[in-house]
Nanobody
Framework: VQLQASGGGLVQTGGFLRLSCAPS????????MAWFRQAPGKEREFVAA????????HYAESVKGRFSISRDRAKNTQYLQMNTLKPEDTAAYYC????????????????????WGQGTLVTVSS
């Protein structure tokens, strides 16, 4: 099973991008889908997550009010709408999925997710 992520690119400060992520098979039913990012020389960090069944969302403080996570259940696809982008948002963005139920405190831990996408690069120029 793979996650297919897309939508990265080069954008100017203040611009926007929308990332997409979908499992390669519809047989995979997610419990939680999330986005993490990793900038050069830095550790991977949590960006946002959504509980698939309820649609409840969680965001890192650094992206609250600017990023929005959503899903299309018919397409089994998750989206990350990124607005008002800043140079510090530059990173490789990874989508992740777990079929296990997670409590809130573990949503932010990359080790809790079994499946990962290949990463899509977002570059924000100043």
């Amino acid at each position: 099973v793979q996650l297919q992520a897309s939508g990265g690119g080069l954008v100017q400060t203040g611009g926007f991008l929308r990332l997409s992520c979908a499992p390669s098979t519809r047989a995979l039913s997610p419990s939680v889908m999330a986005w993490f990012r990793q900038a050069p020389g830095k550790e991977r960090e949590f960006v946002a997550a959504m509980r698939w069944s309820s649609g409840s969302t969680h965001y890192a403080e650094s992206v609250k009010g600017r990023f929005s996570i959503s899903r299309d259940r018919a397409k089994n696809t998750q989206y990350l709408q990124m607005n008002t982008l800043k140079p510090e948002d530059t990173a490789a963005y990874y989508c992740a999925l777990t079929r296990r139920g997670l409590i809130v405190s573990t949503l932010y831990n990359s080790g809790e997710y079994e499946y990962w996408g290949q990463g899509t690069l977002v570059t924000v120029s100043s």
